[in-house]
């Protein structure tokens, strides 16, 4: 059983270049989440994709967007980079049960380094 | 929002020892509260979980308890193993079509010394 899987797991960009990182759900998940890790820090909710839709977003600005595909995979996209977009970022799956979701969890993958120069 | 709180910071223990981890939360409607171990270069894992509807939940030597009225819950390791060295994060959820969104403390780095 495949967990969640995210490519590519390093990457560098200069500033003002725009990156798109990738992500596969674990199997029987429906939902993906994105989160950006700062070095040191707790990760931070950017968004969420079911039905290929955003359903959630959190305090990212619109540089930050995506992408939910029929097979359930996602892509995260980043315009515009900046220094501070240096990040570990985190690719979340669970499935979106019909009901309240009583014993549902969220699984991370191992994240793409991104680093820009 | 959301607003977790995490302490301590780091923590070092003698191997067989006990480490407990606290956090706090501010939404009252948070009713989800995993905590996830993270190793150098690794994402998070799931390592323990525990709803609103339960006050304590154990897994071999993980426990975690929680109090509504105050906000807080708590991680116990017990018998605590070097390969029990890493960063370990709480969160907080409303769960359902929410879960998605968790808000996370800033993480307790614990060292575990043979």
């Known amino acids: 059983d495949a967990g969640v899987t995210q490519s590519p797991t390093h990457l560098i960009k200069t500033r003002g270049q725009q990156v798109t990182l990738r992500c596969s759900p674990k199997?029987?998940?429906?939902?993906v989440s994105w989160y950006q890790q700062a070095l040191g820090q707790g990760p931070q909710f950017i968004f969420q994709?079911?039905?290929?839709?955003?359903?959630q977003r959190g305090n990212f600005p619109d540089r930050f967007s995506g992408h939910q595909f029929p097979n359930y995979s996602s892509e995260l996209n980043v315009n515009a980079l900046l220094l501070g977009d240096s990040a570990l970022y985190l690719c979340?799956?669970?499935?979106?049960?019909?009901?309240?979701?009583?014993?549902?969890?969220?699984?991370f993958g191992s994240g793409t380094q991104l680093s820009v120069l | 929002g959301e607003n977790v709180e995490q302490h301590p910071s780091t923590l070092s223990v003698q191997e067989g020892d006990s480490a407990v981890i606290k956090c706090t939360y501010s939404?009252?409607?948070?009713?989800?509260f995993p905590w996830y171990k993270q190793e150098l270069g690794k994402g998070p894992q799931l390592i323990i979980d525990?709803?609103?509807?339960?006050g304590e939940k154990k897994d071999q030597r993980i426990a975690v308890t929680l109090n509504k009225t105050a906000k807080h819950f708590s991680l116990h390791i017990t018998e605590t193993q070097p390969e029990d060295s890493a960063v370990y994060f709480c969160?907080?959820?409303?769960?359902?079509?929410?879960?998605?969104?968790?808000?996370f403390g800033r993480g307790t780095q614990l060292t575990v010394w043979p």
């Open positions: 994709y079911y039905e290929e839709e955003e359903r």
């Open positions: 979340a799956s669970s499935l979106m049960a019909r009901g309240q979701g009583l014993n549902e969890k969220l699984f």
């Open positions: 199997s029987g998940h429906d939902t």
């Open positions: 939404d009252s409607a948070s009713n989800y």
């Open positions: 525990i709803r609103s509807n339960v």
């Open positions: 969160a907080a959820s409303r769960g359902g079509s929410t879960l998605g969104r968790l808000y």
